[in-house]
């Protein structure tokens, strides 16, 4: 147990370190700090005075040790454009993107295990079909297509929702949150359901096959010939007995919302941590790309991490194995 | 199968025998996918030739003519079949330009990917050892991360990279590479496995024996015979990668509106949709999506159709 973990915590150590080296290139090979620092009009002396004092002629090593401690204390300097400290601008748009992958992450449970478990019993009837062909469109639509669509039909043409931005957010200190509000809620579902689908469609078609399967087990067949109710067969017997590869892949699939909120607060103007990456792009704000960058890869290798341990106490299987 | 005779079969009569062609013609989705997906590469390939204008060609454009709507709305012309954009040109032109440049960059991703992984999936199943673990590694790594979000970041920084003047003329290689180095894994992976099954057979130990040096044996052995599932892979990695070439132009991170892929025309298309001028944003979303669908049909019909275990 111990030395796999250890072997995966060195994995995702090296994956670390790979990340923060391509952000620090990122530092020293796009555009000219000083430049970005003074602006064009600074005399030699002044440039050469902020070479030294930002320490661009130390050694490369010695410099990329500094990066390394600056990034360990959530240090990634100035915003090229805002002029702002960057750990700060994430940290504020954190709570926009943390709340847009958890209300689409609970629409993709709820839709999802309800008209797989569905579909998984009713497997003749037309409802049924309709939902899986369906689900196949879904998987096949790119998410930015399925987010005009929704805009067009919700907002430019019945008017019931906002098509963009964030609204109604209560300051709770530290979090602004937009889930007390109506009309935080009005603005969070179209994105929010946009985010979900590609999950939810998954989800539907996990649960789906794995009550199939479960519905064919002799313990199924016990719990019918003891006369229990339909409703306790399906959820208490068979729907538990599907969840445990569905938790799994919800873990690992919330990379996925992660990486999709990147595409879906774009269409929707939804002032994330995402919007604020491609923006960064475009102006070449290089420290909050290199913030993102790190944030993301951490992100990621803590999600896989924590499944791979989960896996681990899950399946005795890989316990063996090892 | 065709009756035993005495003459020995033609070339056509042992193609039409092949299980896959026979499969093929006996699965009418495959069919109509494969010639959905034929008509609109030969449309877009044929663009110069079909479109009714030249969307490039400022001669041919007025700006009074912009925003008319399809032809079968009131107020539409007949010469303008899908209407026009903000600029007046014709959407039908655009869209099939658009097509054009999507499938091309699509297909020189897929490409890219797959000399990446096929050279390097090969290499670590024949060679093995540290060089195997590394490689794989890395593809395991990499496979951890949506392929979407990894494309959104390398193509974020190539373009911090260029030099603002070169960023629209690189835009295209920028995102080829981009999309290029997200799907290698894949191929990698499938190549090895084929790698690994060839190399313990009788003809490779023959070559090894007869003194052939170890990179003959892998391209001119092991390399053909790792074909089949890697064209399975490669087929879903087009429409995979046509959906990351729009998402990139959507976003505005890939193809620029001067020449616009289908993710270009939708972007400038969706400034205009809450004027009501749908059809700009329309007609490009729907020819993306029927050739990513008709892609992905015959990908799946081929996944199915050389898979050994479900023949």
Redesign the interface.
């Known amino acids: 147990m111990t030395t796999f973990i250890l072997k995966r915590l060195a994995q995702s150590l090296l994956v670390m370190a790979v990340v923060s080296a391509i952000s620090f290139s990122l530092f020293n090979f796009v555009g000219d700090p000083v430049n970005n620092m003074v602006g064009q009009d600074a005399t030699r002396e002044q440039r050469i005075e902020i070479r030294q004092q930002l320490g661009l002629d130390d050694p490369i090593l010695t410099q990329y040790t500094r990066f390394m401690g600056n990034i360990l204390s959530g240090d990634f300097g100035l915003s090229y454009r805002i002029k702002r400290p960057v750990d700060e601008l994430i940290l504020e748009r954190l709570p926009a993107t943390l709340e847009l992958v958890f209300v689409s992450a609970i629409i993709a449970l709820a839709v999802g295990i309800t008209l797989g478990v569905y579909t998984g019993i009713r497997r003749k009837s037309w409802v049924s079909r309709v939902i899986l062909s369906t689900s196949l469109i879904g998987v096949s639509l790119p998410t930015f297509i399925i987010g005009i669509a929704l805009i067009y039909v919700f907002a430019v043409h019945l008017r019931w929702l906002p098509s963009s931005g964030r609204s109604g957010t209560v300051d709770l200190g530290w979090w602004k949150t937009s889930l007390l509000t109506v009309d935080g809620w009005r603005a969070i579902l179209l994105p929010a359901i946009t985010l979900s689908l590609f999950q939810l469609t998954l989800i539907l078609r996990l649960v789906r096959a794995e009550m199939m399967e479960v519905m064919r087990t002799d313990f199924i067949k016990f719990a019918r010939a003891r006369g229990l109710a339909e409703r306790a067969i399906n959820f208490r017997h068979a729907l538990r007995n599907t969840l445990v590869p569905v938790i799994t892949i919800i873990g690992l699939n919330i990379g996925g919302l992660i990486a999709f909120s990147v595409i879906t607060e774009t269409v929707f103007q939804w002032p994330g941590t995402g919007l604020m990456f491609i923006q960064a792009v475009d102006f070449v704000d290089v420290p909050i790309m290199a913030a993102y960058l790190v944030f993301v890869a951490l992100l990621f290798v803590l999600i896989n991490l924590i499944v791979d341990i989960l896996y681990f106490v899950v399946d005795p299987r890989i316990r063996l194995g090892s | 199968m065709s009756l035993p005779t005495d003459r020995p079969a033609t070339r056509w009569e042992r193609f039409k025998d092949n299980d896959i062609v026979w499969s093929f013609f006996h699965s009418p989705g495959a069919v109509i996918a494969a010639v959905v997906t034929l008509l609109m590469i030969l449309a877009c390939v044929f663009a110069p030739v079909l479109a009714p204008f030249d969307p490039f060609d400022p001669a041919q454009i007025s700006l009074w003519d912009g925003k008319l709507p399809p032809a079968w709305v009131e107020g539409g012309q007949p010469q303008y079949l899908l209407g026009t954009d903000n600029q007046g040109r014709d959407m039908l032109s655009t869209i099939l330009y658009g097509g054009r440049l999507s499938i091309i960059v699509g297909l020189a991703a897929v490409c890219l990917g797959m000399v990446l992984g096929v050279t390097l999936g090969v290499v670590s199943g024949y060679v093995g050892g540290m060089t195997d673990a590394i490689i794989m590694?890395i593809a395991d790594?990499q496979l951890?991360?949506?392929g979407?979000?990894l494309a959104?970041?390398i193509n974020?920084?190539g373009?911090?990279?260029l030099p603002?003047e070169l960023r629209d003329d690189f835009a295209i290689y920028v995102v080829i590479v981009a999309i290029g180095l997200t799907d290698w894994p894949q191929f990698a992976r499938v190549a090895r496995g084929a790698t690994l099954v060839e190399a313990n057979k009788e003809y490779v130990q023959a070559a090894r024996i007869i003194g052939l040096p170890r990179w003959l044996i892998m391209i001119r052995h092991i390399f053909p015979n790792t074909l089949r599932p890697v064209l399975v892979i490669a087929t879903i990695g087009l429409?995979l990668a046509i959906?990351s070439e729009?998402?990139l132009s959507?976003?505005?991170?890939g193809i620029p509106p001067t020449t616009p892929s289908l993710g270009t025309l939708?972007r400038v298309g969706?400034e205009y949709?809450?004027s009501?001028l749908?059809w700009i944003?329309f007609f490009p979303?729907i020819a993306?999506?029927v050739l990513?669908?008709a892609v992905?049909l015959l990908g799946d019909w081929m996944r199915d159709a050389l898979n050994p275990k479900l023949r």
């Open positions: 590694r790594v951890t991360i949506p979407i979000l959104i970041l974020g920084i373009r911090a990279v603002l429409a959906i729009a998402t959507f976003l505005g991170q939708i969706n949709l809450f009501g749908w944003t979303a993306l999506v990513v669908f992905n």
